[in-house]
């Protein structure tokens, strides 16, 4: 009987060497004569263990980590495939079972509980571990039922704006058409971020699952995944997904011969930041340039060719069948206040224990940072921290004991975002984050009004004079009220959001933008 080794096959996995780790352990095993399996599943989320391979015992899966190819050879040597739970429990790479790795072990993982588990590619391995359970239940109920079970979970739009799920689904429900669509924003381009890309890299039928369940909730008989160019590996396991899951009979005219019918088609995005923006992702999607449209009308009204459609982002959607699978109190049983259930986020930047991590609503940034992240991995002091990406706000050290809630960041001034939080050491200029941006609202603007376009350019140039010390006082005044034009008079976000960052860095480390004051002594 072989045995099971899993290798990811996760983007992050294959740019350190996953591959050619696979390869170096079916080598290693045919020159021995072991019969192994090499299964490539998706990423555990414990970024610097990659490649994390793991080997099935009847114990569980015995992990290893970070595995090169190199190592390899050395891992068959001291017993990596020996039956039961020691294996090479003394090689120096031997991690003990995955799921004890604290890491691991403290998190609470709904959305994400197959991902590195499954096979990403097999329908029976997905069914096996619960999928298509929330799928089942959604085609015994009426359309009206899906939506307010969606609602009762408390589940909010997990791709920044945080919009309540249910509600937008209900907004579509009821507008009357000839067609309908479901769009999942898979133009995931926040810094820090990579939830969406784990998820239909690792588990792509829990995403094609839970867009199959909106179709059905809203009437809705087509769907179109927009992922962003730079994500190839995302856009190919996607593809291959929908085919083996319209080969089941998922997707097609009639879903799992229901009658019901929901087609599924992905469409590669080009590069522009912008069409993350749900009504700018439309006119993409449409073949124009992506440009923000001005709301109202509502995309659940009047969306993509003129139709009502639901668009939401990757997690939002993977989220929907655990709802519907397990009830929506018990969703919403983790989480705190109006944030109900679990959020994936994504530790990256200077923290040494990158990865993802997800847990329910309520703790603390400090608790995710310190003691989940193990801090910065230079070792020098924490300085800044910014959560939701290239347009949030940097929270100083001191406040770093706000809860990760979307209330509560928004009391501090802060956002919760897509969830992706980039720490900094006390070697970063604040003056320089700033100026970036401004610099990358320059550059990603779509162009159509004035604060936004005009605006970014006017404040690279004022924050430039600043750290030069030409006239700081009256530039500091101009970059103000520069910021209170693009935050009031923008467009979409893009423009909106820019000065949250820029005023963040300025009002918690004003130090930076005077030239004249003390540098930080050297740690």
Not at 343 to 350: E, F, I, K, S
Not at 411 to 424: E, L, N, S
Request: charged share 20%; glycine share 12%.
């Amino acid at each position: 009987m072989s045995v099971k080794i899993y290798v990811p096959c996760d983007a992050a996995a294959l740019s350190v060497g996953a591959d050619q780790v696979a390869a170096a352990i079916a080598a290693q095993a045919a020159k021995r004569g072991e019969a192994v399996e090499i299964i490539r599943n998706g990423s555990r989320g414990m970024l610097w263990l990659e490649p994390l391979v793991e080997v099935a015992t009847q114990q569980g899966r015995m992990a290893y980590g970070s595995v090169q190819a190199s190592d390899v050879a050395g891992l068959f040597e001291a017993g990596f495939i020996a039956a039961g739970a020691q294996g090479a429990a003394a090689h120096p790479l031997a991690l003990g079972l995955t799921e004890k790795i604290p890491y691991f072990a403290r998190q609470q993982r709904l959305t994400f509980a197959r991902c590195g588990i499954t096979d990403p590619y097999s329908i029976e391995d997905y069914v096996a571990h619960g999928g298509f359970v929330g799928l089942e239940k959604a085609l015994a109920m009426q359309p009206a039922a899906v939506v307010e079970e969606v609602t009762a979970s408390g589940l909010r739009g997990r791709g920044g704006a945080a919009f309540p799920t249910g509600i937008k689904w209900r907004t579509a429900l009821a507008a009357s058409a000839d067609q309908k669509y479901i769009v999942c924003n898979a133009d995931e381009g926040d810094s820090g971020t990579f939830a969406d890309r784990m998820i239909m890299e690792g588990d792509p039928f829990v995403l094609i699952e839970g867009m199959i369940i909106a179709g059905l909730a809203v009437e809705a008989t087509k769907g179109f995944i927009y992922i962003r160019s730079e994500y190839p590996h995302a856009y190919r396991a996607m593809n291959k997904a929908i085919e083996i899951a319209q080969a089941a009979g998922y997707l097609g005219p009639s879903v799992k011969g229901s009658g019901r019918a929901f087609r599924l088609e992905t469409r590669l995005g080009a590069g522009a930041y912008i069409c993350g923006e749900e009504t700018s992702l439309l006119d993409s999607l449409e073949g124009k340039r992506g440009q923000v449209r001005a709301k109202p009308p509502l995309p659940a009204i009047v969306g993509l060719f003129g139709k009502p459609t639901v668009i939401n982002n990757v997690i939002s959607l993977a989220s929907v069948p655990y709802v519907l699978a397990h009830g929506a109190k018990a969703y919403a049983d983790f989480g705190m206040g109006r944030s109900r259930g679990t959020l994936p986020v994504q530790l990256a930047g200077n923290i040494r224990h990158g990865g993802l991590f997800e847990t329910a609503f309520g703790i603390s940034l400090r608790s995710l940072i310190e003691d989940i992240g193990g801090g910065t991995q230079t070792g020098k002091p924490l300085r800044a921290v910014q959560i939701g990406g290239p347009l949030g706000a940097y929270l100083p050290n001191q406040d770093l004991d706000v809860l990760l809630d979307y209330e509560a960041l928004a009391a501090a001034k802060g956002m919760v975002g897509h969830g992706g939080i980039v720490v900094f050491d006390t070697s970063v200029d604040m003056a320089k984050q700033a100026r970036f941006a401004m610099e990358f609202c320059v550059k990603e603007s779509c162009g159509k009004c004035t604060p936004c376009r005009i605006g970014s350019q006017r404040g690279v140039e004022t924050i430039d004079r600043i750290i030069a010390g030409v006239e700081r006082a009256k530039n500091l005044e101009v970059l103000e009220d520069l910021c209170t034009v693009m935050t009031d008079g923008s467009l979409c976000a893009m423009g909106g959001l820019t000065p949250l960052p820029v005023m963040s860095a300025l009002n918690n480390f004003p130090e930076d933008f005077n030239k004249s004051a003390p540098k930080l002594a050297a740690e």
